[in-house]
Structure formats: C-alpha cells, structure tokens
C-alpha cells in the first residue's frame, strides 16, 4: 500500500512535468506547420513559444484557481459549513498534511473534488447538495478521498491537464473555425488544397492525443486509490460506500462541471445526460460505481 | 591499492551510511514529537470546552452536584497529567464522566434544546474525533519511528546513538465514536 502510494505520487510528478514539456513542443510544433502553410514564417514560433509557456506556467501556479473560477464555488466558514470545516481539519491531521482550503459551490447536486498544485496550495470543493444530503460519516469517507488525491499529487496532475488539454481543444476548435473561413478567401490566390490537407492532418494528431490525455488523467487506478488510502484515514469504508450509493442514485445534474473539469468530480457529474458531444464517450474511463463501492464492502 | 586503502574506503562507506541512519532516525522522532503535541492541542481544547458544558448543564440541574465534581475532577487530572500513558488514561476517565453527564442531560428536554449546550455538544464530539486523528497519526509515527530502529542493519546502531523505542498512545474503552451515539 504504502510503496503503490508513493510510486504514484512520483509518477504524477513525473507526468506532470512530461505534460509541460510535450504541450510546449507541441504548440511550437503546430505554429511552425501553420506558419509555413500560410506564409507568416518563423515569427509564428517565437509567439508560439511565448504564450505556451505561460500558459504552462499559469496552469501549473494558477490552475486551482481557474478551475475555482470555471466551477462558481466560495470559500467556506466554519460556522455556515461546521461539519464539512471540522471533518475537514480531522482528516488533515490524520493524513499528517495542512488543511487545505475549502470551497462550496451553491448546487443541490452532490458532488466533491479537489484542486492544487501540492499539499500546502490543495484546495477541496463540496457542493450544497453534497454537504446536506450525507451524513457525517459519509462526508468523512468523501473529504477523505479527496484529500487523499491531494497527498498523492493527483491533483497537481489533473489540475495541469484540465487546463493544457483545454487548451489545446479549444487552439483545435480555433484553427478549424480560421481555416474554414481563412481558407475560402485564400482559395483564390494560393493553394487551398494544401491548407485543407494540413486541416486534415493536424485533427488526425489531435484527436486522439487528446482522448489519449484524458485518458491518462482519468485512469481508474487513480480512483481506486484515493478510495483505498482515504479509507486508511478515516478507517470506515462502509460510509465511503454509502456515500458513493447516495453521490450516483441522485439524478440531479451539477451545472457547474464543464468538459475541462467534469473529471476531477468524485463521479462524472454528467450522469450520462444532458452530454451529448462527442467528448462524452471520452469520459467513459470513469470507474464503473458498482466496482468501487463492491471493494469497498469488501474492505 | 593495498589492503589499508581498502579498509579507508570500507570504513568511510559505513560511516556515511551510519550518518544517514542518524538522520533518519532524528527525523523519524521529531515527528512523533510534532505528532504528540498535535494530540496535547486537541486534549488541551477538549479541556477548555468543559467548563462551558459543565455551566450549561448546570444551569438546568443544580443538584447533580456529584456528577459535576466527576468531570471537573477528570478535567483537572487530564490537564495536569504527563506522558502518552497517563494523558490516555485521563483522557478515558473523563470520557468515562461525560457519560453520566450527557446521560443527565437525557432527563431535561429544555436542556437538549438549548442553543448552548448543543453547541458545546457539537464542537466537543468534534473534538473527540480530532484527538482520534491525531492519535491515529502519531501511533502511525511512533511505528514508523520503531520500525526504524529495529530492522537491520539500524538495530545495530540505535541503541548505540541513543535512540529508544518510543510509546504508542493507546486508547481505552471510551474508542471515538462510541461516545457520540450517546447522545445524539
């Protein structure tokens, strides 16, 4: 347990870092292809470079806090939110890490997640729903995963790819939508063809590296071991699963979760409706409910 | 290289491992020492809150005067013993006590319902669960810490740096949670 904890704290610091990187030469990459094919030259790179490396760096330093942003929460109060401010300091001091930073977002959907670049900027989100329709104990078992994602970095990780791979599908949006136009007035004077190969090519790399990211980002033995090492907290597996039961039998639908952040969610909050792009099938890496809460009665 | 350069190198490739252990160790205790003054907070705070509950209960019924000198006596123990063991001890006799408190606390339904008293209740199960983590968090530490210093090749040279096993803090009866049920 102990050992598959910190190799995975050190991968996602790994990956982390490999992420930065590739979305960095990636960006470049695409700028130099672009440039050439419409003629800009090498200009195109040196911007390339510049704003992806903010961009890299705001995600990585920033990150918890767009993602606050994007989801509408405000900060909690220990007297408004008493249990989910006190649990909250419990599980701190049984996991050993500072208590992280606490949000709410005002939706009757439950559901939970947690953001931040390492243990000391963590921050962990709760919705309305969440914090009225658990009980204590379950919200023990929920705050416990969550934090558990924050002791193994999964957050840093997830944070980064929110925003990178968010990115890189909206620069994908972007460049079909000016090469559409872009093209049809170039038609004229210079080879349209040739940009509407390159059209062709760069959403053949895209595509899949994108599912390909999330996939990574969402990889179920994450889940599964932020449920097994929040459980070593809290030593109560039973609410955990409890609570999971009540999180997925809800049928309401949390408006707050967008594509770039529907997975950092404790459950995918789309519940399978109301999400009918072709992003949706991506999600499908969610951990089936069923198989989570079954270990967990088994525990 | 003859055998004297051999035995340099041996005996400075064990002095940096030693080193190392020492340092390992060093850690390794001071955070049990963080560890344990987490606990000492969390029983320090559960102390302070009786007095409040003792008044709100108090102002209900008057007469149970034996009952209040139990808890009070327990607060006082608690707050005066030193150590694991004993602050253990002290600890569950005051859990021990606060059970024939809240159990008076039964027969009075204005009591149940004041604002107060709920008030108190709520922040002092808050608390038995704090001192139920960090007790949980410092037994972890002390394991970690022990296990250090009796595995191999450590065992060696613990004792010889001054490094003993440390106590892990146990809990009595009065286990967290078991005291909330009562009275809720």
Redesign the interface.
Known sequence: MVVSIYSQIDANRKKTYFIMVFFILFIIFISYVFGKALGYGGSLVGIAFIVSGIMTWSSYYFGDKIILGLSGAREADRKRDFDFYTISENIAIGAGIPKPKLYVIEDSAPNAFATGRDPQHAVVCATRGLLQKLDRYELEGVIAHEMSHIQNYDTRWMAVVSILVGTVAFLSDWFMRSLWWGGGRRRDDRGGSGILIILGIVFAILTPIIATLIQFAVSRKREFLADASGTLITRNPKALAMALEKISQDKEVLEAATNATAHLYIINPFKDKNFTAWFSSLFNTHPPIEERIKILRSM | MDIFTYLIIFAGVLLVLALAAYNAFVSARLRIKE?WS?IDV?LKRRSDLIPNLVASVKAYAKHEKGVFEDVTKARNSLMSAEGPADKAKADDMLSASLKSLFAIAEAYPNLKANENFLQVQ?ELS?TE??VA??R??YNS?VLDYNTKLKTFPNVLIAGNLGFQEEEFYEAGESERRSVKVDFS
Do not use: I, L, T
Request: aromatic share 16%.
């Open positions: 560890a987490q969390q709520k808050d669960d704090k983590y960090s949980q968090f530490s």
